[in-house]
């Protein structure tokens, strides 16, 4: 049996309006409210890439996201921990969430050994040979000092059902690990829901993790080769499951299509590597689809990459000057259609919770999924 | 025999005081005044490189240097022009000034015959062949569109007093012929002295260049491998033959070392690229100093990198996240190590300017280059 960890003062969560399956709210947390629904730009290595801080401000950023794989290894969690945390250490003051590390343990380092106790994995950097258990991951979160952080989970492939069983149970006993390790009060701990393509596994799962009453839930897992139906399946599932006055968070999307849809199954946090990553990529996300600004036919376009787009890169520049940027193979265009593509996701929720509360998020997210694919 | 060939209304040069040979005044341009001295951050494709046009107006940047040769190249002075010009371009409202090509054509490309009419050259990017006259660059830089730009010149070796002496006479000639190929009213053509190291040379290129009576006049083949008393011998030398009442631009100059130096010998202007290319190399100009914040020592140093910096990365970062950034490969350091050396030069030619008006140069100066050393 669990008890409430977390002094209910700190982290809670007001739902304001519902429409539907979708959900409008304020996440309560130390360093800040956070208005769900809410896309979280990721900054990996404690900066979120081609952007200085000030841009997330303008960019109105509520909730960063950093990783704890990342950090651990460079600079360390205890340099952090010695230069006040991570909100001092990268001169954010708002909201951080820190992952725990597994997924990037199961994806990016070459994993050497999992048994109960936790994973071997060597460093993608230097070869160099680490050990990550659920209390490793809660120790380095609690140095970096977020204020939402993550149960260490085992990551499966999608479709084997046989490890996800055995993933999802070990996943369910790391929770509980790092439940029984965490000690400070001004983190909040989030439980990730993990169980593959399988309903029954992902039910199981969502029923454990709801149960340890954390003041919030994440679904995992998703989002890294199984269908959208099969994704949207999962999410339904889980959603019925976990408590409606806790955040959802689903980890690693996404798109504008999977934010406005998975905003109508009820999930309240979205995080992903996509709107800095597709600007290095030269891909600028808009609201009717994704544009690649260094096509040729952009050489002399003197509009703006979206022509209703309030950002700081629509209000100053061109197609053509963006297009340019790329082709000199000039940094500033990284940073330029980050700020755009971090703003698109930004504005998006903005625009879904407000019609989330208006009570026209139906009609809201018919006419914008329907503008996007035309 | 040549006649003033702007109105002097567009262009004018205002003296405001003078303390021995260093000079404060105001340089009026149709896209704003520039006060002097004043350091020129480059810009050379189009963008000072990793910041948004919204660093460099806080930064309070008030002139910024582009280069002809590369916006000639890509992506074509026709497609700026058709784009509206420079200006609108890269959506800089401020004062620019445009190199003539020539430095570049002798530097960067593979130069592959040069004679009376010009230069025939091969692109740096694909090898492609081109051909620059002083017609040539003006109309390039006419297509272009900035408030100041410069007379087509023959760049040679400093050493090589014959060859200089023939460049020399070449870049007389050519620069009447910029001059005879100028249409546009809205732009100032500087003319540029050459002569290596010969101060008989420079006198005559001086003498030469004075007598066109352009609205400023710069110093070339500079800061291009003499020693410094070389260099030092060759300004003093031409401004005293220089008029008095037009701007004076060093090209290509410098540290903070050599704008206190060169303010002191009369120079009123300055571009360089090292500010943003240290940056990237992880290095910061400080008013004690270059700092490589690379270096183990700042790991866990709180500190920004100046302590008396009023800059944006000092208010906001320690040494020890700029230092991260650095390890971590991410393009921020670059961003912030580039706003906090402009900032140190520019500020520097603005506390100059000061002290040249309230009468202090020379202690200010002296008190500057001794703390520098130390």
Request: aromatic share 8%.
């Amino acid at each position: 049996m669990q008890t409430p960890e977390i002094k209910p003062a700190l982290f809670t969560f007001e739902l304001l309006a519902q429409d539907g399956g979708a959900r409008a709210g304020v996440f309560h947390t130390p360093h800040g409210d956070i208005p769900t629904p809410i896309f979280a730009p990721v900054g990996t290595q404690g900066t979120v890439k081609s952007l200085t801080q000030r841009h997330l401000v303008e960019l109105d950023a509520k909730l960063i996201l950093a990783n704890t794989y990342h950090l651990y290894l460079r600079p360390g969690d205890a340099l952090v921990a010695g230069m006040g945390g991570l909100h001092k250490f990268m001169a954010w003051d708002g909201p951080i969430l820190t992952d725990s590390g597994g997924f990037q343990v199961f994806s990016l380092a070459n994993t050497r050994q999992v048994d109960e106790d936790g994973v071997i994995f060597k460093s993608h950097i230097d070869g160099s040979t680490h050990r990550f258990t659920p209390e490793t991951s809660i120790a380095v979160q609690e140095n970096l000092g977020a204020d939402v952080i993550m149960a260490f989970d085992e990551c499966a492939e999608p479709y084997d059902r046989a490890y996800n069983l055995s993933a999802m149970e070990r996943t369910h006993r790391w929770a509980e690990r790092c439940l029984a390790a965490k000690t400070r009060e001004d983190q909040a701990l989030f439980g990730i829901v993990q169980g593959g393509v399988f309903p029954d596994l992902r039910a199981a799962s969502a029923a454990f993790i709801a149960d340890l009453n954390l003041p919030g839930n994440a679904i995992g897992g998703l989002s890294v080769g199984e269908t959208k139906p099969e994704m949207h399946a999962m999410i339904d599932v889980v959603n019925a499951i976990l408590p409606q006055d806790k955040p959802r968070y689903l980890m690693g999307v996404g798109t504008p299509q999977d934010l406005v849809e998975c905003v109508d199954l009820g999930i309240d946090i979205f995080d992903c590597v996509l709107p800095t990553r597709l600007a290095r990529h030269h891909a600028a996300m808009t609201d009717t689809g994704r544009v690649n600004v260094m096509n040729a036919q952009y050489a002399r376009d003197e509009r703006p990459i979206s022509e209703t787009c309030t950002c700081y890169t629509c209000q100053t520049h061109s197609r053509a000057y963006i297009r340019h940027l790329i082709q000199a193979r000039e940094m500033l265009s990284g940073t330029l259609l980050s700020i755009h593509n971090i703003h698109t996701l930004l504005n998006l929720t903005a625009r879904l919770r407000e019609a989330i509360i208006a009570g026209n998020f139906t009609s809201f997210a018919r006419a914008y999924l329907s503008n996007l694919k035309s």
